[in-house]
């Protein structure tokens, strides 16, 4: 069962900005949409305004991924090939790397969203880098900046509102 912690679609914006208070991450989408770059945003307003964007046009769920400087480590954009093609098209982007931070949000109409803060262990990490090669090394990461950037958005995101499993709305 995967919890997440409910907050209103306002208060996405106090998460968002406490996600730049002590370094200012690089943020992308974790999946771009089909045969499109990654979206980047540049502020915590440009998150805030995805999120919104993401509620009031019914997507179900949507996935941030942070890199802090400090984590060091290596980060890829990954071109994922679909065979057979999904509505005719025949690729997608992923963000990959060991210690990205991966912020999820699951829209609950009319105004709530389920979030949740997913992070790789450097176990976990160390773990399957033989099966992924081209993500380099775990080692290359300082998976205690990884660890404390995940535990302070964690944390924030805790303090805002009441935990519950995740639940996916239908269309």
């Known amino acids: 069962m995967t919890l997440a912690t409910i907050i209103t679609v306002s208060d996405f914006g ?7 208070q002590a370094e200012s991450p690089v943020v ?4 771009s949409e089909l045969e499109e ?8 307003a440009e998150i805030q305004a995805k ?6 046009t019914g997507v179900r769920n949507y996935a941030f991924g942070f890199w802090y400087p400090s984590m060091k480590g290596q980060v890829l954009e990954r071109k994922l090939r679909f065979d057979p093609p999904r509505n005719g098209k025949s690729y997608r982007y ?9 912020l999820h949000i699951y829209c609950t ?4 969203f389920q979030c949740r803060v997913a992070v790789n262990s450097e176990s976990r990490a160390r773990s399957r880098e033989r099966r992924y090669p081209e993500l380099g090394a775990a080692s290359d990461w300082d998976w205690r900046a990884v660890e404390t950037y995940a535990f302070r958005l964690s ?3 805790a303090s805002m509102g009441r935990t519950a499993p995740v639940v996916q709305v239908e269309p």
């Open 51 to 56: 999120a919104a964007l993401c509620a009031d």
């Open 28 to 31: 992308t989408a974790c999946e």
């Open 94 to 102: 992923s963000l990959s790397g060991w210690g990205i931070i991966r």
């Open 37 to 44: 770059p990654l979206q980047h945003f540049a502020s915590a």
């Open 14 to 20: 106090v998460l968002a900005a406490g996600a730049y």
């Open 155 to 157: 944390r924030r995101l």
């Open 109 to 112: 109409p009319p105004n709530t």
